[in-house]
Each structure stands twice: as C-alpha cells, then as structure tokens.
C-alpha cells in the first residue's frame, strides 16, 4: 500500500506474539493447545505488588507523573542497580518505561541514525532488527554458534565492524538460547566497544533467571568507560510476572543519553502508568524470597525438559543457564522452522515458536514459563512428533 511508510513496511510482525496469538485463538475455538511459545510466566504477580497498586489507586494516584517516572521508583531502580548489579547511575539517568521492550526502542530511537548499524548476535530476541529497522538503521547479523554456547566472540565482533557501526545489543542472560556471557566475557567485549566508542544497549531483563554456577553481569559493572558506553535495559515482567504491567527502564550514568532517552520519553508515551508505577515500587522495596522460590520452580521445569529432551536423537541443544527458554536445533527433521512449527500446531496442539523469527531457521524455541503439566504433555507430543520425522 502507498501510504504506508518505508520505514514500517521494512517491518515484519512480531513471531512470538503471533504464535502466542495464535495458540488463543485455537483455545477460543475450544480446542486444547499446549503452550510452549511465549515469554510470559503463568504465574500471578505477588499480592504485595498489587496491593501496593491498588492502594495507589485509591489514594489518588491517578494522573501525569513527570515523563521518566516517580522519583521514588527512580531511586529506587538506581539503589537496585547499585545493590544487586554493582552499576553506578544517578537517579537522573533512569528513565521509566512502559516495559522493556519500549526501553529497548527508546534507546535505539536516541542513538541511531539513518545507515548506522547496529551489531546484533543471533540468534536474537526477535523485536532487534525490526527496532533497528524502524530507527532508519541497519541491523548487523553476527551468526554465533553452539559450540560457542550461542555467543559472540570478540573477534567476531571486531569483523562484524565498519565506520558506521555504532551500536552492539548484548542480551544476557538471552532469549532465545539462554546464555549467559562471564565477566570475563563481557571485559573482552568491552574492550571492543570502548577501543572504537560503540553503544552497548545490555538488555537485562532475565537478570534474575540464572540456574547454577553462572550468575548475571552487567557489563555496566565492569568500569567507567563502559557504563558510559551502556544504556541498561532492566524490567518487571520477567522477575516479577508483572508482563501485563508494562513497565521497564532505562538507565544509563551518560547524562547526554540520559536527556536523549527523557526526550524520547516526553514527546512519545509520557510516563507509564502511574498507579503501576507504586506497584513497581513495592516490587523492588518488598520481599524478594518469592524470587528464590520462582527461581527454584523454573529450575525444576528446566532440568525435566532437558531430562525428556536428552532421549531424542534427532534433535540437539545446548543446555540454556538463565532466562526460561530452550533453543532447540532441528535440522534433522528436515522441515523449515515455520513450517514445522504449524504442523506441530495443527497436528499436535503444540505451540512453539520458529527459530527463523531468531535469526536461526534450523531452530525452534521452547518456552517452559508454565504448567509442568502443561510441559509434559507438550513434550510427549513434541517427542511423537520426532518420532515421526
Ligand atoms: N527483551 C527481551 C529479551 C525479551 O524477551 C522481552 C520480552 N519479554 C523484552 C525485552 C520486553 O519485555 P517487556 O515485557 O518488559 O516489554
Ligand atoms: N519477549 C517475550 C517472548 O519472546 C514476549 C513476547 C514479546 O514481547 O516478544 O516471547
């Protein structure tokens, strides 16, 4: 259509809403599906949260509040980062979104221009490129491998470098694979950035989803230079199954980016939603066994998908450390993710998510957010299925 804008017709839809959209859709037409494809925890958010919101609400809460958030969620982001992450912002650089995919938006909005390009490791979350995309940039592809644990090495970053680079998104722990990057890691990636002053946009939004030895780091933490290169990227739909919430941050200890991110911020969405926000607030001052327990629960779910995975012999993966995904490598079947996807769908009533809507069309991505009744019987299927091919 000749209305529509370059911009967004270089755009496709998202995959892991479709597919999530799809699977209700079924589900609406009284069909069961066994859900394995979106990113949302089937769990409720904590009471104390919703408490907090809706006392909120009672109060008043319910108008404008400046554009980047109350300053007690600010502050308390900042604290947070300080605490947990060991990343020193001022309040000033923390920006309130409405989710961190708007974040990670309003960041690529600030610092790309028309032809820049933006490195992105794949496989990738599946909204990068087409943020990229919708800034005027171009998204750089770097094919990572599992033998390398799906993450990028510093060389091949170095190669993946022209003049217009100017931008690298790191996604740790990261959907779809579930890698986590080291300290060490991540230093030998900065060096990168630093020696030639890329942006580092660090989406941290599984930060709290780490099973095992292997913890999160930012790469913010590592030193000054490089969390004046960082815009982080943290939110609450993951840690606190807040998905429907939508709320997130930016926060960064570059004050010019800082400003930029603000502007974006003013001119777009205003504030996110102010009642939600003094949910947020609960959130981050509250307990936090809860996250320990979901942690444990989601651990559980881990090691019975690898357990009924492991068996198939005409798949392979790579066991995932962190987030609440499984990337799993199907080439043997023959089939091109999509496809195969659909007939797992129609056939089955499983929905699982196409590895090509990753940057990876060999694959497909399992999400065990959910039920372990749920995950058993869509990998009894799953397993039917392979048996099949
Ligand atoms: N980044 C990654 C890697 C994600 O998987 C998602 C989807 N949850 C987001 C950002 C966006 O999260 P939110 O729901 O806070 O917008
Ligand atoms: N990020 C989640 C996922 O990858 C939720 C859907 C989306 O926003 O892409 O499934």
Same mark, same amino acid.
């Given at each position: &259509? ?18 999530? $959209? ?63 992450? !060991? ?6 650089? +923390? ?10 938006? $309003? ?13 992105? *490791?794949? *496989? ?26 799906? =993450? ?8 993946? &470098?022209?003049?217009?680079?100017? &931008? ?7 959907? *779809? ?30 930060? =709290? ?5 292997? @913890? ?11 969390? =004046? ?7 609450? !739909? ?55 327990? &979901? ?47 659909? =007939?797992?769908?129609?056939?089955? @009533? +499983?929905?699982? +998510?196409?590895? +090509? ?33």
């Amino acid at each position: &259509m000749d209305s529509l804008s370059n911009r967004v017709q270089k755009v496709a839809p998202s995959a892991t809403l479709a597919v999530t $959209n799809q699977a209700k859709a079924l589900r609406a037409k009284g069909e069961e599906v066994f859900g394995l494809a979106g990113g949302e925890p089937e769990m409720d958010t904590p009471d104390h949260i919703k408490q907090a919101a809706m006392a909120a609400l009672q109060e008043g809460k319910t108008k404008y509040t400046p554009s980047a958030g109350i300053p007690e969620l600010r502050e308390a982001i900042a604290a947070k980062l300080l605490t947990d992450n !060991s990343v020193k912002v001022e309040t000033k650089g +923390v920006c309130v979104t409405s989710g961190a995919k708007q974040a990670c938006f $309003n960041s690529i909005l600030a610092l790309v221009e028309e032809g820049d390009e933006v490195i992105i *490791p794949a *496989p990738y979350w599946v909204s990068y490129p087409e943020m990229v995309r919708l800034a005027g940039g171009e998204p750089v592809i770097v094919e990572t491998t599992a033998a390398n644990g799906w =993450k990028i090495t510093p060389e091949q970053f170095e190669e993946a &470098m022209s003049p217009r680079t100017k &931008m690298i998104i790191i996604n740790s722990p990261g959907n *779809p694979t579930g890698a986590i990057y080291s300290a060490e890691e991540l230093k030998a990636l900065g060096e990168v950035a630093s020696y030639e002053d890329i942006i580092i946009l660090s989406d941290e939004i599984y930060e =709290k989803l780490t099973y095992g030895e292997e @913890k999160h780091v930012s790469i913010a933490s590592i030193d000054e230079e490089l969390a =004046k290169l960082t815009v982080v990227v943290g939110g609450f !739909s993951k840690a606190y199954s807040m998905t429907g919430w939508r709320l997130g941050y930016t926060a960064t200890a570059n004050a010019a980016i800082a400003q930029a991110l603000n502007k974006i911020q003013d001119h777009t969405s205003s504030n996110a939603t102010t009642f939600a926000q003094y949910g947020a607030l609960a959130a981050l001052e509250g307990p936090t066994d809860f996250i320990d327990e &979901m942690v444990q629960e989601y651990d559980v779910r881990r090691q019975f998908v690898l357990g009924r995975l492991k068996p198939i012999t005409n798949i392979s993966i790579v066991e995932p450390k962190g987030a609440f995904y499984f990337f799993i490598d199907c080439t043997d079947l023959g089939l091109k993710s999509q496809n195969l996807c659909d =007939k797992l769908l129609n056939r089955y @009533k +499983v929905a699982v +998510v196409p590895g +090509v809507a990753f940057g990876h069309d060999a694959s497909i991505r399992l999400s065990y957010c959910t039920t372990l009744d749920v995950i058993a019987e869509g990998l009894e299927r799953f397993a039917q299925f392979c048996d099949s091919h």
